[in-house]
């Protein structure tokens, strides 16, 4: 068996990997230690959470808190862990530490499960985003205790404090608290801030860390000037592209969040400024792929849930735990559009060319990203004609996005429903690597066949 799967293609190992961690993980959340005395669910249920842990997306059809014993929760968060790393590269990072050496066919899977596109320092790369990861992770639960533990209790207040700080890194979006995630912190500078913090950083991608990583030292080691324009001309184009264009989204998104929603009473209408713009900046950051909330999103005008599937849809960065079309994937097409209206043949951008394959991968990974959104929506749409379309169109993006907010529609809907919502978790977790894999086509001899040019009218 191990022959064979040894065979495989990268995408191929790639899909079995979740999908065998989600196998297991159903299982485990079954096992009669997992399950609460008074819980309801069912091993659909079960799956359906561990479908949407692994794929670290926040939805459920049967909650956490009223689910799950301590152990069950921890296995909770060992799927997320691993639904956010990807289980080939802890593996493969286990492997590098005992020295072992691995095969061409597996070093391909994981650089493709973290989109680092060669294998110059493999190890130690594999070693720093565990390294990475402990540290902010571990930040983060450091911030979260001043808050839960004196509210919670020692033992309650760092479980929880723990299971947030992993679920918000892996851009998760669960919680072991109740039903009604971060709502009753709305108000709190510190939950905020925190969740935030480790949203962003979890849905940057790897190599930007690295990247403003080895940028600061420089500064720190004063090998560089202390100036802000150096230091982001510094990075590579990739971390500018990503870093610039989450700002971009996150800062547009917040402004359009208030704007609509500034006196609306039933959000936050009754709310402070300062107040209004916090709440509007956790909604715009969980919106890029992390699946917590502070408001009721059932209680938004319906424009406001038609700027978040905007914003779910683009999601957070490549390379690392977030979700959607990814940053730099749709600053491509953008720049594509842009350069076509000016005739433009080449895509530019700060005084660099981006390849012809590099624009077709971009927009074949957008056509089939929407195209997947088009049918999970029309699916979803035609088995609850009873439900508006604006939340049946939010809760498709929000799984395939994996994000994980909800107009607390997932927990009402069918099995078979549910069935679409578990599909798009999933593809949307391996999707755009599979994509990637598919059209690199590394291993596979390819026969490109040209025919007589061929003429048609467009527009």
Same mark, same amino acid.
């Given at each position: 068996?191990?022959?064979?799967?040894?065979?495989?293609?990268?995408?191929?190992?790639?899909?079995?990997?979740?999908?065998?961690?989600? +196998?297991?993980?159903?299982?485990?959340?079954?096992?009669?230690?997992?399950?609460?005395?008074?819980? /309801?669910?069912?091993?659909? =249920?079960?799956?359906?959470? *561990?479908?949407?842990?692994? !794929?670290?997306?926040?939805?459920?059809?049967?909650?956490?808190? =009223?689910?799950?014993?301590?152990?069950?929760?921890?296995?909770?968060?060992?799927?997320?862990?691993?639904?956010?790393?990807?289980?080939?590269?802890?593996?493969?990072?286990?492997?590098? %530490?005992?020295?072992?050496?691995?095969?061409?066919?597996?070093?391909?899977?994981?650089?493709?499960?973290?989109?680092?596109? =060669?294998?110059?320092?493999?190890?130690?790369?594999?070693?720093?985003?565990?390294?990475?990861?402990?540290?902010?992770?571990?930040?983060?639960?450091?911030?979260?205790?001043? %808050?839960?533990?004196?509210?919670?209790?020692?033992?309650?207040?760092?479980?929880?404090?723990? #299971? $947030?700080?992993?679920?918000?890194? !892996?851009?998760?979006?669960?919680?072991?608290?109740?039903?009604?995630?971060?709502?009753?912190?709305?108000?709190?500078?510190?939950?905020?801030?925190?969740?935030?913090? $480790?949203?962003?950083?979890?849905?940057?991608?790897?190599?930007?860390? #690295? =990247?403003?990583?080895?940028?600061?030292? !420089?500064?720190?080691?004063?090998? !560089?000037?202390?100036?802000?324009?150096? +230091? #982001?001309?510094?990075? *590579?184009?990739?971390? %500018?592209?990503?870093?610039?264009?989450?700002?971009?989204?996150?800062?547009?998104?917040?402004?359009?969040?208030?704007?609509?929603?500034?006196?609306?009473?039933?959000?936050?209408?009754?709310? @402070?400024?300062?107040?209004?713009?916090?709440?509007?900046?956790?909604?715009?950051?969980?919106?890029?792929?992390?699946?917590?909330?502070?408001?009721?999103? @059932?209680?938004?005008?319906?424009?406001?849930?038609?700027?978040?599937?905007?914003?779910?849809?683009?999601?957070?960065?490549?390379?690392?735990?977030?979700?959607?079309?990814?940053?730099?994937?749709?600053?491509?097409?953008?720049?594509?559009?842009?350069?076509?209206?000016?005739?433009?043949?080449?895509?530019?951008?700060?005084?660099?060319?981006?390849?012809?394959?590099?624009?077709?991968?971009?927009?074949?990974?957008?056509?089939?990203?929407?195209?997947?959104?088009?049918?999970? @929506?029309?699916?979803?749409?035609?088995?609850?004609?009873?439900?508006? +379309?604006?939340?049946?169109? #939010?809760?498709?993006? *929000?799984?395939?996005? &994996?994000?994980?907010?909800?107009?607390?529609?997932?927990?009402? $809907?069918?099995?078979?429903?549910?069935?679409?919502?578990?599909?798009?978790? +999933?593809?949307?977790?391996?999707?755009?690597? &599979?994509?990637?894999?598919?059209?690199? %086509?590394?291993?596979?001899?390819?026969?490109?066949?040209?025919?007589?040019?061929? /003429?048609?009218?467009?527009?």
């Amino acid at each position: 068996m191990l022959k064979k799967f040894s065979t495989w293609s990268v995408s191929q190992k790639i899909a079995t990997s979740f999908a065998f961690v989600i +196998f297991t993980g159903s299982l485990l959340l079954t096992l009669p230690i997992s399950q609460l005395p008074t819980s /309801n669910a069912t091993y659909l =249920d079960n799956l359906f959470t *561990s479908v949407s842990m692994v !794929c670290v997306t926040g939805l459920f059809t049967e909650s956490v808190h =009223d689910s799950y014993t301590v152990f069950g929760q921890i296995v909770g968060m060992v799927l997320m862990q691993i639904g956010g790393l990807g289980l080939m590269t802890l593996i493969a990072s286990v492997i590098t %530490r005992l020295r072992g050496r691995m095969g061409l066919r597996n070093r391909l899977a994981v650089q493709e499960g973290i989109n680092r596109g =060669d294998a110059r320092g493999f190890r130690d790369y594999l070693s720093d985003i565990l390294k990475y990861t402990a540290v902010i992770e571990g930040t983060g639960f450091l911030l979260l205790s001043f %808050r839960f533990v004196p509210e919670l209790g020692w033992a309650s207040g760092l479980f929880t404090s723990l #299971f $947030l700080s992993i679920s918000a890194f !892996c851009n998760a979006g669960f919680d072991p608290m109740g039903n009604i995630s971060l709502i009753e912190y709305v108000h709190d500078p510190l939950v905020n801030f925190t969740i935030t913090s $480790l949203i962003i950083l979890g849905g940057i991608g790897f190599s930007v860390w #690295f =990247d403003v990583s080895k940028s600061v030292k !420089c500064y720190l080691g004063k090998k !560089c000037r202390p100036s802000l324009r150096i +230091f #982001f001309r510094g990075l *590579s184009l990739h971390s %500018r592209l990503a870093l610039g264009v989450t700002g971009i989204v996150i800062l547009v998104g917040m402004l359009f969040f208030v704007a609509i929603e500034y006196n609306n009473p039933d959000s936050i209408g009754t709310f @402070t400024f300062p107040q209004k713009l916090m709440t509007g900046y956790f909604q715009t950051v969980t919106m890029r792929t992390a699946g917590f909330a502070t408001i009721d999103y @059932t209680l938004v005008y319906p424009f406001t849930l038609f700027w978040f599937i905007i914003t779910m849809f683009i999601g957070g960065s490549p390379g690392g735990t977030a979700g959607g079309l990814k940053t730099t994937t749709f600053a491509i097409i953008v720049l594509l559009l842009y350069n076509e209206l000016r005739g433009q043949s080449n895509v530019n951008i700060a005084n660099h060319t981006i390849s012809v394959q590099q624009v077709r991968q971009a927009f074949v990974i957008f056509m089939a990203l929407l195209g997947t959104l088009i049918l999970g @929506t029309s699916l979803l749409s035609i088995l609850n004609p009873e439900v508006d +379309f604006i939340y049946i169109l #939010f809760e498709s993006i *929000s799984a395939l996005a &994996t994000v994980g907010v909800s107009a607390n529609l997932t927990p009402t $809907l069918g099995r078979l429903s549910q069935a679409v919502i578990m599909f798009l978790m +999933f593809a949307g977790r391996i999707g755009p690597i &599979t994509l990637v894999d598919s059209l690199a %086509r590394s291993t596979q001899k390819v026969h490109d066949v040209e025919f007589s040019k061929g /003429n048609i009218l467009i527009g």
